[in-house]
Nanobody, 118 residues
Framework: QVQLVESGGGLVQPGGSLRLSCAAS????????MSWYRQAPGKERELVAS????????NYADSVKGRFTISRDNAKNTVYLQMNSLKAEDTAVYYC???????????WGQGTQVTVSS
């Protein structure tokens, strides 16, 4: 059974930091491109960051460049999102996604809420 379980969300003050984790099981994690998306209330889901299978290529949304860092540990089947210098506009539900480019298969986690507020 495929599972993607996000954790690490919560309430943080502006300027603070959070580290999200996404633990994967039920598929060959190391073969999948991993991404973090977010969806704020009333807005469409947007890509935050993505990382290729070996971590050799990483992309970020312009809005988070220099503040967020995506990484993965294929031995632990886990992808991370380190979020620093958080802003109110980073408030959203954060989702991880696994994508297998050869077949187009993708899996989504259930999401974790991040709220940035004083």
């Amino acid at each position: 059974q495929v599972q993607l379980v996000e954790s690490g969300g919560g309430l943080v003050q502006p300027g603070g930091s959070l580290r999200l984790s996404c633990a994967a099981s039920g598929f060959t994690f190391s073969s999948y491109v991993m991404s973090w998306y977010r969806q704020a209330p009333g807005k469409e889901r947007e890509l935050v960051a993505s990382i290729t299978t070996s971590g050799g290529s990483i992309n970020y949304a312009d809005s988070v460049k220099g503040r967020f860092t995506i990484s993965r540990d294929n031995a632990k089947n886990t992808v991370y999102l380190q979020m620093n210098s958080l802003k109110a506009e980073d408030t959203a539900v954060y989702y991880c996604k696994a994508f297998y480019w050869l077949s187009g298969r993708e899996y989504w986690g259930q999401g974790t809420q991040v709220t940035v507020s004083s």
